[in-house]
Nanobody, 120 residues
């Protein structure tokens, strides 16, 4: 069974940091680009970041550029999203997705999400 599982979501104070993980089971992440998305309460899902299969190409939403860093460890079949200088507006459920190019809303493989809450 092909699965993506996010972990690392938590409650953190503004200015704090978290690292999300996206682990794959049942397939090898080497062949896929991985994207992180988020959906805040009452808002549409938005793309946050994407990393290419090789890890050499990375893209970020303007809202997280300079604060978030995406990386991958293909040996561990895992992709990470390091989130620094967190703001209350970063509060959302974060999802990872896999596709042959940067994932879109139409991509097939999705995790179930990890809740990140930024609040004092």
């Amino acid at each position: 069974q092909l699965q993506l599982v996010e972990s690392g979501g938590d409650l953190v104070q503004p200015g704090g940091s978290l690292r999300l993980s996206c682990a794959a089971s049942g397939f090898t992440l080497d062949y896929y680009a991985i994207g992180w998305f988020r959906q805040a309460p009452g808002k549409e899902r938005e793309g946050v970041s994407c990393i290419s299969r090789s890890g050499h190409s990375k893209v970020y939403a303007n809202s997280v550029k300079g604060r978030f860093t995406i990386s991958r460890d293909n040996a561990k079949n895992t992709v990470y999203l390091q989130m620094n200088s967190l703001k209350p507006e970063d509060t959302a459920v974060y999802y990872c997705a896999a596709d042959y190019g940067c994932p879109t809303g139409e991509s097939t493989y999705w995790g179930r999400g990890a809740l990140v809450t930024v609040s004092s």
